[in-house]
């Protein structure tokens, strides 16, 4: 068995099996934790947070630069469940927030054009957040948040399938504080908060390289 493993690792981090690579374009599975919660506590107390992991869907592109170095960046749309509740009026509420990471990453791949190609990766991420509507249940309309920017730490492996093709597995940690608006019903009245959001995204896809 040690044997294999040996061979296995020779053969994933010895010299490139195949043409040294310059761009993969990949379409991807996205699912996502958001861990993510936030409190306002000058509106009955208002709390609110993401309830269970999402799933979406995305793409992404990875620019080589020389032999292990490259760039990727990385967009996906996943819709998760949220609800909040107002403790001081004992009201409650569910909805649905769409997020969009936008991530730009440096990767070093141990072994870019061999059958596996396992890769760590770190760089700037930008989420998008569409606003939490609350159909107005106790007097409150809608959470606004902000969108906002935060590092992206990353890892992931590649595998060569044949040919052009190749199947990825990639996982993202983007660690995010940001701003929150709880709007009143009445005109004009919102009330700011901070919003703790550091999502988890494993993506899975297939893609070619050129």
Do not use: C
Request: charged letters at 20%.
């Amino acid at each position: 068995m040690r044997y294999a493993v040996a061979a296995f690792l020779a053969l994933s981090l010895s010299t490139p099996l195949f043409a040294q690579r310059s761009f993969d374009l990949n379409v991807n599975y996205v699912w996502m934790d958001p861990t993510g919660a936030g409190e306002f506590e000058d509106v009955d107390e208002t709390e609110f947070d993401f309830d269970d992991a999402a799933t979406g869907y995305g793409a992404s592109a990875n620019i080589f630069f020389g032999d292990r170095l490259s760039a990727e960046f990385a967009i996906a749309n996943v819709s998760a469940e949220a609800s909040g509740r107002r403790r001081a009026v004992g009201g409650g509420f569910t909805g649905d927030v769409d997020m969009m990471p936008v991530t730009a990453v440096l990767q070093f791949h141990f072994a870019p054009n061999a059958f596996i190609d396992p890769y760590i990766g770190g760089g700037a991420a930008y989420v998008l957040f569409d606003d939490f509507e609350t159909q107005g249940i106790s007097n409150l309309d809608r959470i606004d948040i902000e969108d906002d920017v935060g590092f992206a730490i990353n890892a992931g492996v590649g595998l060569r399938l044949g040919g052009r093709f190749r199947a990825n597995v990639d996982a993202k940690y983007i660690p995010l504080e940001a701003n929150a608006t709880a709007v009143n019903v009445a005109p004009g009245s919102g009330v700011e908060g901070r919003f703790n959001v550091s999502p988890i995204i494993i993506s899975a896809g297939v893609g070619l390289s050129f």
